[in-house]
């Protein structure tokens, strides 16, 4: 009897666990199931100037939560052929000793050209299968088209994209962005393109953005040294830049809405520290039905996204007049919620930046503060905004307590940016 009751419950665990298992493939097949996606749309490796080989990026990524990545290395995808010595400055012993004892002599490839021993770097196609699970971990590939004057990437890629020619930075961004477009028609596949780090050498202003067309992202934190997202006393910062595009974009030039993005720009893997560009930094998170390219684009699109340095967020929704936001809380950490807008009644004169002789600079003209303006502050870990109509936009920003770790400027915290809504337009059929 004791023999038939352990094997009875055996059989019932048995069921029990097939059950639970099915009941996950349901839920994570159904397309009506909507779900939270960490993901980075910045990384680099030894395919360009990463200090890392991609497995060991991909790897990490994966250990440390993040559902998605995208591989952006400069001016190529991680495709065909391509080996490195191992004295490499950024490939080096510390690198390949790491990477041997993670993946072992089966996988590495070596081999010895002239005395000098070889790495092969191994393309997307042929690694992403060891990390690439259903509704746990993807694997997008992508590029950063890098020129002097702007850099833009282009993710979903299924062929390189060669540097784009410009005159200027809004020159070079629009061909970029305009190629991608046209590689995304030929071949039926949904891509999707941001602008980089603006404030990185001080490449790209609020006005070169605003009259890009088809433009619908741009970095508005760039977590990597040197990116100077606070801006200094010459240069707003890119937050700022956002307030001045949307307005402008919205209002005079009659474009449709710029969403915000954080990144790691990731290079470096091996040191840590505020002169480092290092992993888990700055993210998104998009809400979609599934883990793939298709569906992470498309809720981007349509603004379904937050991006954070820290901050996880329960809820967003927006019906049309009310913007509403629950916070996921920390215990000890407390939350301040802005909402950020500019009202149809703002002063919308500029001022160009001069030199001394009065010449016109590449910089971001001076805007009225009546251009983002905090128009509600709301303390917890729920907020909600609803909107008068007299505003052009409405975006959010909550600020927690906790101090950001391995920060890039002093006195960082974890913050989240909510996308930016419009007043719903009543359609005649609307009662």
């Not at 939270?36 to 990490?60: C, F, I, Q, R």
């Not at 393109?193 to 790209?204: A, E, L, Q, S």
């Not at 019906?319 to 629950?326: A, C, H, R, V």
Request: aromatic content about 10%; some cysteine.
């Amino acid at each position: 009897m004791p023999t038939q009751i352990r094997k009875l419950n055996r059989i019932c665990s048995i069921l029990l666990i097939s059950l639970l298992l099915l009941a996950q493939f349901v839920c994570a097949a159904n397309p009506q199931t909507l779900h939270w996606y960490k993901g980075n749309l910045h990384t680099h490796s030894l395919w360009s100037d990463g200090d890392d080989y991609p497995e060991m990026v991909a790897d990490w990524y994966k250990n440390n939560g993040y559902h998605f990545l995208a591989l952006s290395d400069h001016n190529k995808l991680s495709q065909g052929q391509k080996w490195l010595d191992i004295t490499h400055e950024r490939a080096g012993e510390q690198s390949f000793k790491k990477y041997l004892q993670r993946f072992g002599e089966n996988w590495v490839q070596q081999r010895i050209v002239d005395g000098t021993t070889q790495i092969r770097l191994k393309p997307l196609s042929e690694f992403r299968c060891f990390f690439e699970e259903p509704e746990r971990f993807l694997l997008i590939q992508a590029e950063e088209i890098t020129q002097k004057k702007a850099h833009v990437n282009a993710i979903n890629l299924i062929k390189p994209i060669p540097k784009q020619p410009g005159e200027t930075a809004i020159e070079v961004m629009q061909n970029c962005i305009n190629a991608v477009i046209s590689q995304s028609s030929r071949t039926g596949q949904i891509m999707l393109t941001h602008i980089n780090h603006p404030n990185y050498k001080w490449m790209v202003t609020a006005e070169d953005i605003m009259h890009l067309k088809d433009a619908k992202f741009f970095e508005v934190y760039n977590y990597s040294p040197n990116c100077n997202n606070r801006g200094d006393e010459d240069h707003p910062s890119t937050e700022r830049m956002w307030d001045i595009v949307l307005t402008k974009r919205l209002t005079e030039l009659n474009l449709p809405i710029i969403y915000g993005i954080a990144t790691d720009d990731t290079h470096s893997y091996h040191n840590f520290g505020q002169k480092y560009s290092n992993p888990g930094r700055g993210w998104v998170v998009v809400r979609c039905s599934h883990l793939t390219p298709e569906s992470i684009i498309k809720a981007m699109d349509k603004g379904d996204f937050y991006a954070s340095l820290g901050v996880e967020l329960q809820d967003i929704q927006f019906d049309g007049k009310t913007l509403k936001i629950e916070i996921k809380p920390q215990k000890g950490i407390t939350y301040t919620t802005q909402f950020i807008a500019t009202l149809k009644t703002a002063d919308m004169t500029s001022k160009p930046v001069t030199d001394a002789n009065g010449v016109e600079l590449h910089i971001t003209q001076r805007y009225s503060d009546d251009i983002g303006k905090v128009v509600s502050q709301i303390k917890g870990t729920a907020a909600a905004y609803t909107l008068t109509g007299n505003e052009i936009y409405v975006r959010a920003k909550v600020i927690s307590t906790k101090p950001k770790a391995n920060p890039v400027d002093n006195g960082d915290v974890e913050v989240a940016w909510i996308q930016p809504v419009i007043p719903k337009i009543k359609d005649k059929t609307d009662k």
